[in-house]
């Protein structure tokens, strides 16, 4: 079965960096799109980052919101995403959700539980 | 962007009623490929969301048949028949024809 495990969210303060990962396993990692979607408290979905396959060169997609702050790796040989957040805003205050796709289907397809994190001073 | 808009914000409904959701899109959601990516997720309350329908009406696996996406060009509707306790939550819709990918601000499913 298809597990997505969030990890490394905590409270940090504004204009600090945080790293968070994802596990991910039961799909070929290597062959899927990566992505990272949040949720601030109490509000809707925010799609952050996007990093595609190898044949596709690792290109990587960003929002407007995280743009030049965030930026989405992956290791294929251990079956991970990451996401380095730099300069830290109480805005990006939310959970962070790592999504995997399904080929032809859709690309949030399975998503973990996520991981909180929480920018306050 | 492509904007979402869903409505109602909120839905009151008596178990075992039908519920409709509304999706319009700010502009048509047509691929260049022809298909459409809009899709509808569920969020159940202290959940992860979770995907229903994609490619506007076709059911995820697992998902019940009481679940009906339609719509087309940028007008879509989520049907709920014979609504039961587990489908309250929040539905988001959502497109991937578009870069940036944009989520509606979502509907919640409540007990009237």
């Known amino acids: 079965a298809v597990q997505l495990v969030e990890s490394g969210g905590g409270l940090v303060q504004p204009k600090e960096s945080l790293k968070i990962s994802c596990a991910a396993s039961?799909?070929?990692?290597?062959?899927?799109?990566m992505y990272w979607v949040r949720q601030a408290p109490g509000k809707g979905l925010e799609w952050v980052a996007r990093?595609?396959?190898?044949?596709?060169?690792?290109?990587?997609y960003y929002a407007d919101s995280v743009k030049g702050r965030f930026t989405i790796s992956r290791d294929d040989s251990k079956s991970m995403v990451y996401l380095q957040m730099d300069n830290l805003k109480t805005e990006d205050t939310a959970m962070y959700y790592c999504?995997?796709?399904?080929?032809?289907?859709?690309?949030?397809?399975?998503w973990g539980q996520g991981t909180l994190v929480t920018v306050s001073s | 962007d492509v904007v979402l808009t869903q409505t109602p914000v909120a839905q009151p409904v008596t178990l075992g009623d039908q519920a409709s959701i509304s999706c319009r899109s700010s502009q048509s959601l047509v691929h260049s490929n022809g298909n459409t990516y809009l899709e509808w997720y569920l969020q159940k309350p202290g959940q992860s969301p979770q995907l229903l329908i994609y490619?506007?009406?076709n059911r995820f696996s697992g998902v019940p048949d009481r679940f009906i996406g339609s719509g087309s060009g940028s007008d879509f509707t989520l049907k709920i028949s014979r609504v039961e306790p587990e489908d309250l939550g929040v539905y988001y819709c959502f497109q991937a024809t578009h870069d940036p990918f944009t989520f509606g601000s979502g509907t919640k499913l409540e007990i009237k």
């Open positions: 039961g799909f070929t990692f290597s062959n899927a799109a």
């Open positions: 999504t995997a796709p399904i080929l032809r289907v859709s690309q949030f397809a399975y």
């Open positions: 990093i595609r396959t190898k044949p596709n060169n690792y290109a990587t």
């Open positions: 490619k506007v009406s």
